[in-house]
């Protein structure tokens, strides 16, 4: 299996594995749906952004997170936005973010 977690997952970075054809090089996303259609479990952990979620902005760190879990939507690639859980109240940078973002 692959297993995959991180807090910015774009599937469209270009992976190098043919230095004398890179135009011919998968993306990350395209490399890991054909492996899942090959019977390998890719599973991801995609770290989910909350400042992209009311649709209006790309987000304050621009992680590609829903453009991630978009792309792998019907696909056999298990993708799962997880949210960032604090403690029991929010940090100064959330507070400001949800001040001055949104």
Known sequence: FIWITGWS???NTM?????AA???SPTFGELLVKKAEQGVRVLMLVWDD???NMGLHAGVMAT???DTYAYFKGTE???VLCPRQGGEEDSILQ???MG???
Do not use: S, Y
């Open 95 to 97: 507070v400001w973010t």
């Open 77 to 79: 690639v298990t993708c």
């Open 15 to 19: 992976l190098k594995r043919t230095p």
């Open 22 to 24: 890179p135009q011919n």
């Open 9 to 11: 997952v774009w599937t």
């Open 100 to 102: 001055h973002v949104l």
């Open 50 to 52: 909350t400042t992209n």
């Open 64 to 66: 590609h997170d829903q």
